[in-house]
C-alpha cells in the first residue's frame, strides 16, 4: 500500500485538488490586502515582518494564503470562508513552522509522509478508512488543470505534517485526574425533571419620569458614550454613464445578440411586465400558452441597455484615467491645474455632508470609497474610482472635524432615551427578585409550581425527565446550567435569556447517579478531557509565539 501511494503521489501529488482551485482562488481576496499601485504612494509602505515572513506584502500573503486553505480543505474538507479563519490560522500555521524550526522537526519521509496522506478524512471511503479509490477518483480528477501551483500539495502536507509533530511535543501527554474525568460523567449522565417560568421584558412596562437633574447626572456619568467620532470633510465629482452615451454610435448584431443572450431573464422579465395581461382561462379550459420572447421583441431595449453599459466603462476609464493623472502630474488640491483638469473632464465638485466611519454604510455614496477616505496618506487627498448607481465617483478629502462631546442640550433626546432603557431594566431586575421572593413563599406554603407562577403572571413550560446530554431542544440552555446547580425542590434567581425573557427555572426530581471506572463514559469522558487538556497547552503556546512574532527577524 505504501509503496503505491508513493508511486500515485510523484506521479499526480501536484494536481491533487485542482478541483477545489476556484475555491482557493476566490478564497485568496481575503489574503491580499492593498497592493500599491499607479495611485498609491509606495513610500508610505511599511513591512510588518513576522517570523520572517512580510504579512503586508501581497506576494508573501498570497502564498501563505493558498497555504492555509489547502491546508484547511485537506483536515476539514472545507476552504477557508471568511477573513476572519485567515486572520486566525495564518499567523498560527506561520508560528507553528517557525518552533518546528526552532525544535529541528525535519521534513517527513516518503513513507512517512504516504503514512500521514492515509490519516486525511478527505481520502476515507464510506467505510470512515482511507480508500485507494477515493485517492485515485481525487487525482484523476485534478490532473487537467495546469493553474493549480506545481508542488504546493505536498509542500502543505509537509508543513501539515511538521506542525502536527509540534502539537504533539507541546502539548504534553494531556493529565486529567480520574476525579474530574468522573464529575464529567455525572454531569452527563444525571436526569432532570423540571419546570420553567418566563416574563418578556417587552410586556415589562413601568412609568418612567425622569427629571431633568437626573438627566444631566445621567449624561455627566455616561458623557463619553455620546461622543462624535472624527468625521472626514470631502467632496466628490461624479462621471455619469450617461454623459458619455454616443447616440451616433453602432453596434454590430452579433454585440447586441451576445448581450441578449447573457442578461435573457432581464429582458423578458421587463418584456413581460409591460404586456397587458390575458384574461384567466374559463374554468375547465387550460390556460394558453405564452408566446416565447425572442431578440426581436426586445432588440431595442437590447441596443439602450448595450450602449449604456458601454458608456458605462467609458465613464470608468475617465475615472480611472483622472485619478491617474492627479498621481502623475502630482497635481496639488485646489490648484489652477487641479481645476483645469476638472474642466478638461466636464466634471464639477460634489459636497459631501461629513462622515464618521460608522456612517460610511449609510451614504448614497459607495461605502469602500468613504471608507478609504480615512487612510488616504498625508500626500495623497484622493481616492480611487468606485463604481455608483449612475457612473464612477472620484473623492477628495478636504479636512477633517476632530472628535467632540455635544452638550446636554443637543443630545437631550437621546439621553433620555438611554435613561429610560437602564431604568427600565433595572427595575426589571428588582422585580425579578421580587418574583422569586413570592415563589419561594408560596412553594413554601405548599403551592404547585405552576400554580404559583400563573398566579403571579408568569408563562409556565414543563419538561418530563431527561438526562443532560439529551435535553429537549426547546429548553433554554441557560435554564438547563441554571438546573446543574439547585438541588430537587428549588428554584433559580431570575436569569435573563438572549430572547429578552426573564426566566425561572424549579428542578421537581434530579437524579445524580454514581459512576465507578468501570463505567463506559467514564473512559470517553477521560480521553475527552485529555485531548482538550492537549489542545489548551498547544494553544496557549501558539498564542505566546504570536504575541512574539513581530520582534523575531
Same mark, same amino acid.
Given at each position: 500500500?505504501?509503496?503505491?501511494?508513493?508511486?500515485?503521489?510523484?506521479?499526480?501529488?501536484?494536481?491533487?485538488?485542482?478541483?477545489?482551485?476556484?475555491?482557493?482562488?476566490? =478564497?485568496?481576496?481575503?489574503?491580499?490586502?492593498?497592493?500599491?499601485?499607479?495611485?498609491?504612494?509606495?513610500?508610505?509602505?511599511?513591512?510588518?515582518?513576522?517570523?520572517?515572513?512580510?504579512?503586508?506584502?501581497?506576494?508573501?500573503?498570497?502564498?501563505?494564503?493558498?497555504?492555509?486553505?489547502?491546508?484547511?480543505?485537506?483536515?476539514?474538507?472545507?476552504?477557508?470562508?471568511?477573513?476572519?479563519?485567515?486572520?486566525?490560522?495564518?499567523?498560527?500555521?506561520?508560528?507553528?513552522?517557525?518552533?518546528?524550526?526552532?525544535?529541528?522537526?525535519?521534513?517527513?519521509?516518503?513513507?512517512? &509522509?504516504? !503514512?500521514?496522506?492515509?490519516?486525511?478524512?478527505?481520502?476515507?471511503?464510506?467505510?470512515?478508512?482511507?480508500?485507494?479509490?477515493?485517492?485515485?477518483?481525487?487525482?484523476?480528477? &485534478?490532473?487537467?488543470?495546469?493553474?493549480?501551483?506545481?508542488?504546493?500539495?505536498?509542500?502543505?502536507?509537509?508543513?501539515?505534517?511538521?506542525?502536527?509533530?509540534?502539537?504533539?511535543?507541546?502539548?504534553?501527554?494531556?493529565?486529567?485526574?480520574?476525579?474530574?474525568?468522573?464529575?464529567?460523567?455525572?454531569?452527563?449522565?444525571?436526569?432532570?425533571? &423540571?419546570?420553567?417560568?418566563?416574563?418578556?421584558?417587552?410586556?415589562?412596562?413601568? !412609568?418612567?419620569?425622569?427629571?431633568?437633574?437626573?438627566?444631566?447626572? #445621567?449624561?455627566?456619568?455616561?458623557?463619553?458614550?455620546?461622543?462624535?467620532?472624527?468625521?472626514?470633510?470631502?467632496?466628490?465629482?461624479?462621471?455619469?454613464?450617461?454623459?458619455?452615451?454616443?447616440?451616433?454610435?453602432?453596434?454590430?448584431?452579433?454585440?447586441?445578440?451576445?448581450?441578449?443572450?447573457?442578461?435573457?431573464?432581464?429582458?423578458?422579465?421587463?418584456?413581460?411586465?409591460?404586456?397587458?395581461?390575458?384574461?384567466?382561462?374559463?374554468?375547465?379550459? =387550460?390556460?394558453?400558452?405564452?408566446?416565447?420572447?425572442?431578440?426581436?421583441?426586445?432588440?431595442?431595449?437590447?441596443?439602450?441597455?448595450?450602449?449604456?453599459?458601454?458608456?458605462?466603462?467609458?465613464?470608468?476609464?475617465?475615472?480611472?484615467?483622472?485619478?491617474?493623472?492627479?498621481?502623475?502630474?502630482?497635481?496639488?488640491?485646489?490648484?489652477?491645474?487641479?481645476? $483645469?483638469?476638472?474642466? !478638461?473632464?466636464?466634471?464639477?465638485?460634489? $459636497?459631501?455632508?461629513?462622515?464618521?466611519?460608522?456612517?460610511?454604510?449609510?451614504?448614497?455614496?459607495?461605502?469602500?470609497?468613504?471608507?478609504?477616505?480615512?487612510?488616504?496618506?498625508?500626500?495623497?487627498? #484622493?481616492?480611487?474610482?468606485?463604481?455608483?448607481?449612475?457612473?464612477?465617483?472620484?473623492?477628495?478629502?478636504?479636512?477633517?472635524?476632530?472628535?467632540?462631546?455635544?452638550?446636554?442640550?443637543?443630545?437631550?433626546?437621546?439621553?433620555?432615551?438611554?435613561?429610560?432603557?437602564?431604568?427600565?431594566?433595572?427595575?426589571?431586575?428588582?422585580?425579578?427578585?421580587?418574583?422569586?421572593?413570592?415563589?419561594?413563599?408560596?412553594?413554601?406554603?405548599?403551592?404547585?409550581?405552576?400554580?404559583?407562577?400563573?398566579?403571579?403572571?408568569?408563562?409556565?413550560?414543563?419538561?418530563?425527565?431527561?438526562?443532560?446530554?439529551?435535553?429537549?431542544?426547546?429548553?433554554?440552555?441557560?435554564?438547563?446550567?441554571? =438546573?446543574?446547580?439547585?438541588?430537587?425542590?428549588?428554584?433559580?434567581?431570575?436569569?435573563?435569556?438572549?430572547?429578552?425573557?426573564?426566566?425561572?427555572?424549579?428542578?421537581?426530581?434530579?437524579?445524580?447517579?454514581?459512576?465507578?471506572?468501570?463505567?463506559?463514559?467514564? $473512559?470517553?469522558?477521560?480521553?475527552?478531557?485529555?485531548?482538550?487538556?492537549?489542545?489548551?497547552?498547544?494553544?496557549?503556546?501558539?498564542?505566546?509565539?504570536?504575541?512574539?512574532?513581530?520582534?523575531?527577524?
Amino acid at each position: 500500500m505504501i509503496s503505491w501511494i508513493q508511486h500515485h503521489l510523484i506521479r499526480h501529488g501536484r494536481w491533487i485538488f485542482i478541483t477545489l482551485l476556484v475555491i482557493i482562488v476566490v =478564497a485568496f481576496v481575503f489574503t491580499i490586502g492593498n497592493t500599491p499601485g499607479c495611485t498609491t504612494n509606495r513610500s508610505t509602505y511599511q513591512a510588518q515582518n513576522f517570523f520572517g515572513y512580510d504579512l503586508n506584502s501581497p506576494r508573501d500573503r498570497q502564498i501563505l494564503g493558498q497555504k492555509v486553505n489547502l491546508s484547511s480543505i485537506i483536515n476539514t474538507g472545507r476552504p477557508i470562508v471568511s477573513d476572519q479563519q485567515y486572520q486566525v490560522q495564518l499567523p498560527q500555521r506561520i508560528a507553528m513552522l517557525f518552533l518546528a524550526g526552532q525544535l529541528g522537526i525535519p521534513t517527513p519521509t516518503q513513507e512517512e &509522509l504516504s !503514512e500521514y496522506i492515509q490519516t486525511k478524512p478527505i481520502f476515507f471511503g464510506p467505510d470512515g478508512q482511507f480508500s485507494r479509490d477515493t485517492f485515485t477518483n481525487v487525482t484523476d480528477n &485534478l490532473e487537467s488543470n495546469p493553474e493549480f501551483p506545481r508542488g504546493l500539495f505536498v509542500t502543505v502536507l509537509e508543513e501539515d505534517y511538521r506542525i502536527d509533530q509540534v502539537r504533539a511535543v507541546v502539548s504534553g501527554p494531556g493529565f486529567v485526574l480520574p476525579a474530574e474525568a468522573r464529575v464529567q460523567t455525572q454531569r452527563n449522565q444525571t436526569s432532570y425533571k &423540571l419546570s420553567t417560568a418566563s416574563l418578556a421584558y417587552s410586556t415589562f412596562s413601568p !412609568e418612567l419620569a425622569p427629571a431633568e437633574a437626573d438627566l444631566k447626572a #445621567y449624561y455627566e456619568t455616561n458623557k463619553q458614550s455620546y461622543e462624535i467620532p472624527v468625521r472626514v470633510k470631502s467632496e466628490y465629482v461624479l462621471f455619469k454613464s450617461e454623459a458619455y452615451l454616443d447616440s451616433s454610435k453602432t453596434y454590430d448584431e452579433s454585440e447586441l445578440r451576445d448581450h441578449f443572450i447573457a442578461n435573457r431573464a432581464r429582458f423578458v422579465s421587463e418584456y413581460e411586465a409591460k404586456q397587458p395581461q390575458a384574461e384567466p382561462a374559463a374554468e375547465g379550459e =387550460a390556460a394558453p400558452e405564452k408566446a416565447a420572447v425572442t431578440y426581436e421583441n426586445v432588440k431595442d431595449a437590447v441596443a439602450q441597455d448595450y450602449a449604456l453599459v458601454q458608456a458605462a466603462k467609458t465613464a470608468n476609464n475617465a475615472a480611472q484615467a483622472f485619478a491617474l493623472t492627479l498621481y502623475n502630474d502630482f497635481i496639488e488640491q485646489d490648484s489652477e491645474a487641479f481645476k $483645469a483638469l476638472l474642466a !478638461e473632464y466636464k466634471v464639477s465638485l460634489q $459636497a459631501v455632508e461629513p462622515f464618521t466611519q460608522a456612517d460610511t454604510a449609510q451614504r448614497n455614496l459607495p461605502a469602500e470609497m468613504l471608507t478609504e477616505a480615512f487612510s488616504l496618506p498625508s500626500n495623497r487627498y #484622493y481616492t480611487s474610482a468606485y463604481p455608483t448607481a449612475d457612473g464612477y465617483a472620484v473623492l477628495f478629502r478636504t479636512g477633517t472635524i476632530p472628535a467632540e462631546i455635544p452638550p446636554f442640550e443637543v443630545v437631550a433626546a437621546e439621553v433620555t432615551t438611554a435613561y429610560k432603557a437602564d431604568e427600565k431594566r433595572k427595575l426589571f431586575n428588582d422585580n425579578g427578585l421580587r418574583l422569586k421572593d413570592e415563589l419561594d413563599t408560596q412553594l413554601s406554603a405548599g403551592k404547585s409550581f405552576k400554580e404559583a407562577a400563573e398566579g403571579l403572571g408568569l408563562q409556565v413550560q414543563s419538561f418530563d425527565r431527561f438526562e443532560f446530554t439529551e435535553a429537549p431542544a426547546e429548553l433554554n440552555r441557560s435554564a438547563l446550567d441554571q =438546573a446543574q446547580n439547585l438541588e430537587a425542590g428549588a428554584v433559580s434567581s431570575m436569569i435573563s435569556t438572549q430572547d429578552d425573557l426573564g426566566l425561572f427555572v424549579f428542578v421537581e426530581e434530579k437524579i445524580v447517579p454514581e459512576i465507578t471506572d468501570e463505567n463506559e463514559d467514564f $473512559a470517553q469522558a477521560e480521553q475527552w478531557l485529555s485531548q482538550l487538556s492537549q489542545y489548551i497547552s498547544a494553544t496557549a503556546l501558539s498564542s505566546e509565539l504570536m504575541s512574539q512574532g513581530t520582534e523575531v527577524e
